[in-house]
T-cell receptor, first 116, second 111 residues
Framework: DAGVIQSPRHEVTEMGQEVTLRCKPI?????LFWYRQTMMRGLELLIY????????DSGMPEDRFSAKMPNASFSTLKIQPSEPRDSAVYFC??????????????FGPGTRLTVL | RKEVEQDPGPFNVPEGATVAFNCTYS??????FFWYRQDCRKEPKLLMS???SGNEDGRFTAQLNRASQYISLLIRDSKLSDSATYLC????????????FGTGTLLAVQP
């Protein structure tokens, strides 16, 4: 089975540009999470969805960040405008709603974002 | 105080050594606890869940101390392949799907 798929894997952009990160969760998983990881702050939860509905966006740093999940198989995280301090690795993860793997989050390979 | 805290390390140990990591959490309402492993420049992967009674998986033993609000991970007979960052994760209070991660403890097993 395919795991969580993220694209692009690497993104280098200039300050002020719009950045869109994409995620395809594991089929059948009801929860989708967006995380950001930096050396200084570790792995931080930005937002998560249940059945395509945003449940908790309290980790979204500011209005420049937005996330959508138009259907069960696709989500985007957008940064507009981007700033150098947004440079980080962004992970998408998904988990099932019930069953033996309940609460286990499966992570995608991440998008390494560099804002110059 | 951070919600989940870990000693960042690095822990440098020789092959065959036993090493233990602790992780403290601040929210007494947290219900589920996990250890994840993250290799360099890779995504985190679940190593093991932590159950109230403690649990073991081969060379790995996880324990939970609710009274003192910490979880631990013990690795026996360390292998070179155990070198990685170990992240603890705790559910956010009663929210069963929101995980708060520690910043991770780096383990380097030396030959």
């Amino acid at each position: 089975d395919a795991g969580v798929i993220q694209s692009p894997r690497h993104e280098v952009t200039e300050m002020g540009q719009e950045v869109t990160l994409r995620c395809k969760p594991i089929s059948g998983h009801d929860y989708l999470f967006w995380y950001r990881q930096t050396m200084m702050r570790g792995l931080e939860l930005l937002i998560y969805f249940n059945n395509n509905v945003p449940i908790d966006d309290s980790g979204m740093p500011e209005d420049r960040f937005s996330a959508k999940m138009p259907n069960a198989s696709f989500s985007t995280l957008k940064i507009q405008p981007s700033e150098p301090r947004d440079s980080a690795v962004y992970f998408c993860a998904s988990s099932p709603a019930k069953g033996a793997a309940y609460n286990e989050q499966f992570f995608g390979p991440g998008t390494r974002l560099t804002v110059l | 105080r951070k919600e989940v805290e870990q000693d960042p390390g690095p822990f440098n140990v020789p092959e065959g050594a036993t090493v233990a990591f602790n992780c403290t959490y601040s929210n007494s309402a947290s219900q589920s606890f996990f250890w994840y492993r993250q290799d360099c420049r890779k995504e985190p992967k679940l190593l093991m869940s932590v159950y109230s009674s403690g649990n073991e998986d081969g060379r790995f033993t996880a324990q939970l101390n609710r009274a003192s609000q910490y979880i631990s991970l013990l690795i026996r007979d360390s292998k070179l392949s155990d070198s990685a960052t170990y992240l603890c994760a705790v559910t956010f209070g009663g929210a069963t799907n929101k995980l708060i991660f520690g910043t991770g403890t780096l383990l380097a097993v030396q030959p």
